[in-house]
């Protein structure tokens, strides 16, 4: 009764792709840091993106997502997903380039690159500095649930805050740095207002950024107040669908200083980014692996 209950609220609007094999894990793309939006409940991926709010379930029979029409799943996950991509290629690419990451390839191969909004990823890792993914969450939840509209489908969330849109960077720009602190960004308050006031005035170019050479993309970021190398890279490589980006966090430098020493051709692949997806992921579950010596 569950089941079907639950599968009432959305009616006819759910869509199923069939994933061939392991090419494609929802559950290690979608919470595994990349974004902090979505939530495992019963089964399912609970979360809200482009304004919208859906759930996907992953069995042997394929991807579903429930909320989306065949038309929506084309316009708008299947993009967000990455599912056109050849990741099975890209494997092989990186493997080729550093042979030593085999096993964790093969370890987190589903994983692809999420395509968010340029503005949500660079509010949220600029939000994740110094900071742990619970914390992280529960600012971008009440953020969210305080500035943000209703998102389609978002009336079915079992939280209220999922239910809710990012807020656009006009939404932000009034937005006062105590207000900002309230909601628990601490430092990272003042940041947030130059940058909502910056993007809602049109002085930052995410268009430009996008399709910018990667060292000019990296240097207009990083005049951005409040804009490190890591964010920089991680608005990137998530927010603007630049592959060749390596996030470095304490997991990704532990792994350079253990198992990966030496590996600078890694990190000038045209697919670092992914391979750091894998290295991140092959760490967190397997810490004991990247202990020094």
């Given at each position: 009764?569950?089941?079907?209950?639950?599968?009432?609220?959305?009616?006819?609007?759910?869509?199923?792709?069939?994933?061939?094999?392991?090419?494609?894990?929802?559950?290690?793309?979608?919470?595994?840091?990349?974004?902090?939006?979505?939530?495992?409940?019963?089964?399912?991926?609970?979360?809200?993106?482009?304004?919208?709010?859906?759930?996907?379930?992953?069995?042997?029979?394929?991807?579903?997502?429930?909320?989306?029409?065949?038309?929506?799943?084309?316009?708008?996950?299947?993009?967000?997903?990455?599912?056109?991509?050849?990741?099975?290629?890209?494997?092989?690419?990186?493997?080729?380039?550093?042979?030593?990451?085999?096993?964790?390839?093969?370890?987190?191969?589903?994983?692809?690159?999420?395509?968010?909004?340029?503005?949500?990823?660079?509010?949220?890792?600029?939000?994740?500095?110094?900071?742990?993914?619970?914390?992280?969450?529960?600012?971008?939840?009440?953020?969210?649930?305080?500035?943000?509209?209703?998102?389609?489908?978002?009336?079915?969330?079992?939280?209220?805050?999922?239910?809710?849109?990012?807020?656009?960077?006009?939404?932000?720009?009034?937005?006062?740095?105590?207000?900002?602190?309230?909601?628990?960004?601490?430092?990272?308050?003042?940041?947030?207002?130059?940058?909502?006031?910056?993007?809602?005035?049109?002085?930052?170019?995410?268009?430009?950024?996008?399709?910018?050479?990667?060292?000019?993309?990296?240097?207009?970021?990083?005049?951005?107040?409040?804009?490190?190398?890591?964010?920089?890279?991680?608005?990137?490589?998530y927010g603007f669908g630049r592959l060749e980006c390596f996030p470095v966090d304490v997991w990704i430098r532990r792994a350079l200083e253990t198992e990966f020493t030496g590996g600078t051709a890694l990190l000038k692949s045209p697919y670092a980014g992914v391979a750091q997806q894998y290295i991140f992921e092959y760490i967190r579950r397997n810490p004991e692996r990247f202990t020094k010596k």
């Amino acid at each position: 009764m569950l089941e079907q209950s639950r599968d009432k609220r959305f009616g006819s609007r759910k869509y199923t792709v069939s994933i061939a094999g392991n090419e494609f894990s929802a559950a290690d793309t979608l919470t595994g840091g990349q974004c902090f939006r979505w939530t495992l409940r019963n089964g399912r991926l609970c979360g809200t993106a482009f304004g919208r709010y859906v759930e996907m379930e992953q069995n042997a029979e394929g991807l579903t997502v429930y909320g989306a029409d065949a038309g929506e799943y084309g316009s708008v996950w299947r993009g967000y997903l990455d599912m056109d991509r050849d990741y099975r290629e890209i494997r092989r690419i990186v493997i080729d380039i550093e042979p030593r990451l085999r096993e964790s390839a093969e370890y987190a191969g589903g994983i692809h690159i999420l395509a968010q909004e340029p503005w949500e990823a660079l509010c949220s890792f600029v939000i994740s500095q110094n900071n742990n993914i619970p914390r992280i969450r529960g600012i971008i939840a009440r953020l969210c649930l305080q500035y943000g509209e209703p998102a389609v489908n978002g009336e079915w969330a079992a939280e209220e805050a999922e239910g809710r849109a990012f807020p656009t960077p006009e939404a932000l720009a009034g937005v006062s740095e105590e207000e900002f602190r309230a909601l628990g960004c601490g430092y990272r308050s003042g940041y947030l207002t130059e940058l909502a006031r910056r993007a809602a005035d049109g002085e930052i170019d995410f268009a430009a950024i996008k399709n910018a050479p990667i060292d000019e993309a990296r240097k207009k970021l990083l005049s951005l107040k409040g804009v490190g190398p890591k964010v920089a890279e991680c608005a990137l490589l998530y927010g603007f669908g630049r592959l060749e980006c390596f996030p470095v966090d304490v997991w990704i430098r532990r792994a350079l200083e253990t198992e990966f020493t030496g590996g600078t051709a890694l990190l000038k692949s045209p697919y670092a980014g992914v391979a750091q997806q894998y290295i991140f992921e092959y760490i967190r579950r397997n810490p004991e692996r990247f202990t020094k010596k």
